[in-house]
């Protein structure tokens, strides 16, 4: 990678979802690149992200710049930026416009493109479409990602690639130990719980994580297994809190379900390894950064198959896949694992030899190459 580079996010460290870990990870090897390189090379950019919000572990806080939703601001900032950049890349489509910009009035400027999941798998207006036809290369999370762009967008094979998302580099190591007696307690469990995790926000405006299905087979599964539990780790909205309650009532597995609430990073580790299976039936994951974050921690995982979640268990490879709206597929997949938990568990070390930081951040140099 040569010459000055911005990147350009809309949040980066004041939220913890998928795109946000990318962000950070994209920083990092952006930073690490430039490393031994003269000059300051590199600028990132956060419209939402105030400046003293930085993680200093991923990047110092002197390329880092937030404009705490200072809309205006942020973009003309990037846009005096990125007029004497080499190459502008954008963490989301929705900073196409600031890059456009950049792009009419420095054509050379090469433009890069980050695409993750239902943000681009739709038809757009006309004039992002347009904005997307400039850009010089996207790099999509997933094949899925990849094949939908083409189909829906007419993108050439030739100005998309793929690069899967990777693990983060700071997260904890896997737990060599029995399941965390305090965390059993906090949650009325006994170690002789079969508890079944999902890591995901509940949201009104996101009903495809597959949790009603989780729940549909474990009405099917208490008279087989009454120990079985279900936990489901963070944040909700209260509508649609409200609607998963009604069906967990009607279900009558109301002392079966665990809502966390936020779980930090810190306590991440111990709330996987209290999981005996990780399951997640969702069908819109451009990626599903949970599901490798989840093998990553030895534990089976379950997921849809019919989005990017097959590229996170490499097609089948590290856990099952199964169709997502067939609840009776869900229910033997959940029992089948039960009955033979050790012939599920993933390879961790093949996990972190494909999904691992470090052969993520020389794939992203190859891509950012001149061509």
């Not at 942020?74 to 792009?103: C, D, E, P, T, Y």
């Not at 974050?293 to 534990?299: H, L, N, T």
């Not at 709206?325 to 494909?354: G, Q």
């Amino acid at each position: 990678m040569a010459g000055k580079t911005l990147f350009l996010t809309l949040r980066t460290f004041s939220a913890t979802g998928g795109i946000e870990k990318v962000s950070r990870v994209v920083g990092k090897s952006l930073y690490e690149m430039e490393a031994g390189q003269p000059g300051n090379n590199l600028s990132i950019l956060s419209m939402y992200d105030l400046s003293g919000e930085v993680d200093e572990k991923y990047f110092p806080a002197s390329v880092f710049t937030g404009f705490g939703k200072k809309k205006s601001r942020f973009v003309f900032a990037a846009f005096r930026k990125g007029i004497k950049s080499n190459q502008v890349i954008l963490s989301h489509i929705n900073l196409l416009l600031a890059g456009f910009l950049i792009k009419i009035i420095s054509p050379r400027t090469r433009l890069i493109l980050f695409a993750h999941g239902i943000e681009v798998w739709n038809t757009l207006p006309r004039w992002k479409k347009y904005m997307l036809g400039k850009c010089d290369l996207v790099i999509a999370v997933s094949r899925f990602t990849r094949g939908r762009m083409m189909e829906v967008h007419g993108l050439h094979e030739k100005k998309i690639s793929i690069l899967n998302n990777c693990l983060d580099p700071f997260l904890q190591p896997p737990q060599q130990k029995d399941k965390s007696a305090a965390l059993l307690q906090r949650y009325g469990l006994t170690t002789g719980n079969i508890v079944l995790t999902t890591l995901t926000r509940l949201s009104s405006k996101e009903q495809y994580k597959g949790y009603d299905n989780v729940l549909y087979a474990l009405n099917k599964l208490k008279k087989d297994y009454p120990a079985i539990k279900y936990m489901i780790i963070g944040k909700y909205d209260d509508v649609e809190k409200q609607r998963v309650d009604t069906l967990i009532d009607s279900l009558q597995l109301r002392a079966d379900i665990i809502f966390t609430g936020f779980i930090p990073d810190a306590e991440l580790a111990e709330h996987y390894n209290i999981a005996d299976c990780y399951i997640m039936p969702s069908k819109k994951e451009g990626f599903g950064i949970v599901f490798i974050e989840a093998m990553y921690y030895g534990k089976p995982v379950i997921a849809g198959n019919k989005d990017g979640s097959t590229d996170a268990l490499d097609d089948g490879r590290f856990g099952v896949l199964i169709n997502p709206d067939d609840k009776e597929a869900i229910t033997r997949a959940i029992k089948t694992i039960i009955n033979n938990k050790a012939a599920y568990v993933p390879d961790t070390n093949e996990v972190k030899k494909l999904f691992g930081y470090d052969g993520y951040r020389e794939k992203l140099r190859e891509l950012l190459k001149t061509p």
